[in-house]
């Protein structure tokens, strides 16, 4: 594929030094690539519309053509060269990230909650970030890291004794285990003794007593099997599923580090390191590494694994997919790291998102009013069975197409936009088959299926360049053109919603295209444009998979 956007990016740069290359962007309605110049006018002391005149008659590039429109300078490519050149390159084969390695702390479910709502966000984004680093060539390694530890499992076990049993362990399983933690906490309100009970537990847990670590494995067996039940529906793995628990005592480990360095400190009889750094402009408060009754704390068990993944994988980068409620807990961390002088201190990025409620409502696990992530996935899947029925009566695997439908609307919804707007979820939004929907891209590609099949397939013809040259078809192969890019800017940005939206464009122009012009016409043209059908359906096929949705052929 000709990088139009670096041979343009190359030429202003030579004319507009401050430009960067990300001020590149492709396709809209007047141009192929364009670059606005308000930002510059502040530097150059000009107008934009100025700017973008001057540079204009200056940019020199052979083939593109270059004008300037209020403050935009516009470039246009020779439409042929543009879609043979599209033709011309095979879907998937980019991956400028061959040889790197990228860790991501995705999901990362707490041991007897329910995976609720909630999880969706850190899931989804994760998950689809991990298939669009491989597709770029990276090393992606997911990482559930796991919250197998803490006081409240102690709690747990006490609640479990004084009301549970095995026998009903086995039968309602997490169900039970919520309906205990709920217990635990309003009762622990008024009942001193438990929290006494609760501790003991807990101190059993850790020094290894052989009772409470088999009831607290059973406990974690069962929340994993049941993640798993929704990874499984959601297209996503894990290649760890290590936890907070497997860290605790490779925390001394990262003491000695930080008191060789001098960064230890004891306030309170508590061990902290002291951040002068820059939380939001004000000075950070110290990272609390144990209290004073001994016991580790959550940020000294990410820095024992900061140093585990980064020894274990060699990692260029280290995400960590986690809501925005813990910004203060990721810059502390990366702060300690940078303070104890570890070089890849500045690899590791908290991929924040905003809040999610449905339907206007809140969510809280303490208070025992929460939506399982996998009854909220069954209802979608019901609403998309019954829009099936109705469309498409004769469809044979109704229930199969139904899956994929449901479970896909509602995770491109989460994907749809940015991921720091906080979110609300609507089902009838998700599923509706016309909006800027998975359900309707996911049509869309049928769609594409089904002309391609009553034509006997895609021709293997060389085909006519000229012939997708009208605004129609240009429109479309305009967008495939710069897929790649789009899944390139996905990754940098840790943005998946860059991917999903792009697939809603490639849509919809696809879907005027094929009102405006016949495609079964006959001749050269005929082919053509089925070679566009193709196309169109292997982008949409792959670029569905990377936000994590199937692509039935029929729906
Ligand atoms: N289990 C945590 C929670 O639900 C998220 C863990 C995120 N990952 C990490 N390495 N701290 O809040």
């Known amino acids: 594929m000709v990088d139009y956007r670096s041979k343009i990016y190359e030429a202003v740069k030579a004319v507009l030094p401050s430009v960067e290359k990300d001020d590149v962007t492709a396709a809209d309605a007047f141009c192929d690539y364009c670059v606005p110049c308000f930002k510059l006018a502040k530097v150059m002391r000009k107008s934009p519309a100025v700017i973008a005149q001057e540079a204009a008659s200056a940019v020199k590039l052979d083939g593109v053509g270059v004008s300037a429109l209020n403050g935009y300078l516009n470039f246009t490519v020779d439409r042929e060269a543009l879609v043979k050149d599209t033709f011309e390159s095979k879907l998937g084969e980019y991956k400028p990230l061959n040889g790197k390695t990228v860790c991501i702390d995705y999901s990362?479910?707490?041991?007897?909650?329910?995976?609720?709502?909630?999880?969706?966000?850190?899931t989804v984004i994760g998950g689809s970030l991990y298939k669009i680093y491989r597709a770029l060539g990276a090393t992606a390694v997911g990482i559930n890291h796991l919250g197998d530890f803490g006081?409240?499992?102690?709690?747990?076990?006490?609640?479990?004794?004084?009301?549970?049993?095995?026998?009903?362990?086995?039968?309602?399983?997490?169900?039970?285990?919520?309906?205990?933690?709920?217990?635990?906490?309003?009762?622990?309100?008024?009942?001193?003794?438990?929290?006494?009970?609760?501790?003991?537990?807990s101190n059993k847990i850790e020094s290894g007593d052989k009772y409470a670590v088999g009831l607290f494995d059973k406990f974690k067996a069962i929340t994993i099997e049941q993640a798993k039940k929704v990874y499984l529906r959601l297209n996503i793995e894990f290649d760890s599923y290590l936890g907070e628990s497997f860290y605790v005592d490779k925390v001394s480990a990262v003491e000695k580090k930080l008191k060789a360095k001098d960064l230890l400190k004891i306030s309170d009889g508590a061990e902290i390191v002291e951040l002068d750094g820059d939380g939001d402009g004000e000075k950070m408060?110290?990272?609390?590494?144990?209290?004073?009754?001994?016991?580790?704390?959550?940020?000294?068990?990410?820095?024992?694994?900061?140093?585990?993944?980064?020894?274990?994988?060699?990692?260029?980068?280290?995400l960590y997919v986690v809501a925005s409620h813990q910004a203060l807990h990721f810059k502390q961390l990366f702060k300690v790291l940078e303070l104890m002088g570890e070089p890849w201190a500045s690899d590791m990025v908290h991929v924040s998102y905003g809040m999610v409620s449905v339907d206007g409502m809140g969510l809280s696990t303490r208070h025992g009013n929460v939506l399982f992530l996998n009854d909220v996935l069954s209802a979608a899947v019901e609403?998309?069975?019954?829009?099936?029925?109705?469309?498409?009566?004769?469809?044979?695997?109704?229930?199969?197409?139904?899956?994929?439908v449901g479970v896909g609307?509602?995770?491109?919804?989460a994907l749809y936009d940015g991921r720091l707007k906080d979110k609300n979820f609507s089902l009838a939004d998700a599923l509706n088959f016309d909006?800027?929907?998975?359900?309707?891209?996911?049509?869309?590609?049928?769609?594409?299926?089904?002309?391609?099949?009553?034509?006997?397939?895609?021709?293997?013809?060389?085909?006519?360049?000229?012939?997708?040259?009208?605004?129609?078809?240009?429109?479309?192969?305009?967008?495939?053109?710069?897929?790649?890019?789009?899944?390139?800017?996905?990754?940098?940005?840790?943005?998946?919603?860059?991917?999903?939206?792009?697939?809603?464009?490639?849509?919809?122009?696809?879907?005027?295209?094929?009102?405006?012009?016949?495609?079964?016409?006959?001749?050269?043209?005929?082919?053509?444009?089925?070679?566009?059908?193709?196309?169109?359906?292997?982008?949409?096929?792959?670029?569905?998979?990377?936000?994590?949705?199937?692509?039935?052929?029929?729906?």
């Not at 144990?290 to 260029?316: M, N, Q």
């Not at 609403?383 to 994929?404: D, F, G, H, W, Y």
């Open 108 to 122: 990362s479910v707490n041991i007897a909650k329910p995976f609720h709502i909630g999880h969706l966000m850190t």
């Open 151 to 201: 006081t409240q499992f102690g709690g747990l076990i006490s609640a479990f004794r004084r009301w549970g049993s095995e026998k009903e362990l086995e039968e309602r399983g997490l169900d039970l285990l919520l309906e205990l933690y709920v217990r635990y906490n309003k009762e622990a309100e008024t009942d001193a003794a438990l929290a006494d009970e609760a501790r003991s537990w």
């Open 285 to 318: 408060p110290p990272a609390l590494i144990r209290r004073s009754d001994g016991a580790s704390l959550y940020i000294a068990r990410d820095l024992a694994a900061a140093y585990y993944r980064h020894d274990t994988y060699a990692f260029d980068k280290c």
């Open 383 to 404: 609403k998309a069975q019954s829009i099936i029925e109705e469309r498409n009566p004769t469809l044979e695997n109704k229930a199969e197409v139904a899956e994929s």
């Open 409 to 413: 609307a509602v995770v491109f919804d």
């Open 435 to 555: 909006g800027e929907t998975g359900p309707y891209v996911q049509y869309t590609h049928a769609r594409c299926v089904s002309v391609l099949s009553k034509a006997g397939g895609a021709p293997k013809k060389k085909i006519d360049y000229s012939v997708l040259t009208d605004d129609a078809a240009y429109e479309t192969v305009k967008l495939l053109n710069t897929f790649d890019e789009a899944v390139y800017s996905a990754a940098v940005k840790y943005e998946p919603s860059i991917i999903s939206r792009r697939l809603v464009k490639i849509c919809q122009a696809f879907n005027r295209f094929y009102n405006a012009d016949r495609i079964m016409c006959g001749g050269a043209e005929q082919d053509a444009r089925l070679a566009l059908t193709a196309r169109v359906e292997a982008a949409l096929e792959y670029g569905l998979s990377l936000v994590l949705l199937d692509a039935p052929e029929r729906m």
